[in-house]
């Protein structure tokens, strides 16, 4: 079985940008989150997708957004980048609330 | 205050040694996740525990839901063990919030 992926596993922007991660989860999770890890802030809950409808957000300023397609795939998508968007950004697939975690990708903001 | 507290923040052991991590956690939670973190970033969920212990391999994770605490025991340790160890719970609100972890370096 295919784990989770993210593309693109690097990505480097400047301030002012946007970007937008993709995530596609594990064949038949229909649950998605996304995740932003800094080193210092730690792991910090962004939101969760189930079945295309966010079903939960975490303290995080309108400019992160997120969807989730019919498939199950999910994109989250930053505006206006900041430096301190600087950060590790992870998506989890679930079935129940066991949770399998993709790589990652890194982002750099310049 | 946190509200997951992990101790200790940097653990260093020979190989062989019985280790403990330990979580406690001040919000009412329904699951609590143990996940291990390598080197460049990869996350492995090791267990999800609502109640008592579970066991895989050299690995044991326990959880008092009445004293909010949970425990992640690793036994015979080994320099592979090396890594991050972050201990997360999944809220009342469906929303997920995470230890500091802790950095465990096993030396052979």
């Known amino acids: 079985k295919a784990g989770v992926t993210q593309t693109p596993r690097y990505l480097i922007k400047t301030r002012g940008q946007q970007v937008t991660l993709s995530c596609s989860p594990i064949s038949g999770h229909r649950s998605v989150s996304w995740y932003q890890q800094t080193p210092g802030q730690g792991l910090q809950f962004l939101f969760e997708y189930f079945s295309e409808t966010q079903r939960n957000k975490g303290n995080f300023p309108g400019r992160f957004s997120g969807r989730q397609f019919s498939n199950s795939r999910s994109e989250m998508n930053v505006s206006t980048l900041e430096l301190g968007d600087s950060a590790l950004y992870l998506c989890a697939s679930s079935a129940d609330r066991g949770k399998v975690f993709g790589p990652g990708t890194r982002l750099t903001v310049l | 205050k946190n509200e997951v507290e992990q101790s200790p923040q940097n653990l260093t052991a020979q190989e062989g040694e019985f280790i403990t991590i330990n979580c406690s956690y001040s919000?009412?939670?329904?699951?609590l996740h143990w996940l291990q973190q390598h080197p460049g970033g990869g996350i492995v969920s090791l267990f999800m525990?609502?109640?008592g212990k579970k066991k895989h391999g050299r690995l044991i994770a326990t959880i008092n839901i009445q004293e909010k605490h949970s425990s992640l025991h690793i036994t015979a340790s080994h320099p592979r063990d090396s890594a991050v160890y972050i201990c997360a719970v999944w809220g009342n609100n469906n929303d997920m919030r995470f230890g500091a972890g802790t950095r465990l370096t096993v030396k052979p």
């Open positions: 919000v009412g939670i329904s699951a």
């Open positions: 525990l609502s109640s």
